[in-house]
């Protein structure tokens, strides 16, 4: 198991038992706000140039994402596979855009509107379903 894999089987664990407690359902939105939060530690903490310091606020910042899209896909709104494809294919997509010599604000138009598309066909078939 990786040490990604891993953290997102804690983040299982911690959610479970945020749900025993009653206080499962706006977990997301609550740690969205942490990375904010984590984020300022990690500006402020990057300059002191203290390796491990740095390393344990950066830390905080995966272990918040990482429940957020934990809490996210508990609810429906995500699903994690989908979205760590997603990122894989739309950063690939970049940096090989680039290597090819295609600006990445080019290649950034080209993906809102292959996003767009792929919004208006969901809606469609939502439409067709009902």
């Known amino acids: ?20 407690s009653g206080g499962g359902g706006e977990h997301g939105l609550t740690y969205l706000n942490d990375i904010k939060a984590e984020v300022d530690e990690v500006l402020e903490e990057r300059p002191r140039l203290r390796r491990c310091y740095l390393e344990d606020e950066l830390a905080d910042v995966i272990w918040n994402y990482v429940n957020v899209l934990t809490a996210f896909e508990h609810n429906g709104e ?18 090989d855009g680039i290597e090819s010599g295609i600006k990445w604000q080019q290649i950034k138009v080209l993906q809102q509107q292959q996003l767009a598309n792929e919004h208006q066909q969901q809606l469609t078939k939502e439409l067709d379903t009902k």
């Open 1 to 20: 198991m990786s040490d990604l894999e891993r953290l997102f089987e804690l983040a299982k664990r911690k959610h479970a038992i945020d749900q025993q």
């Open 78 to 95: 995500i699903e994690i596979n989908s979205l760590l494809k997603r990122a894989c294919d739309k950063y690939q997509q970049r940096v």
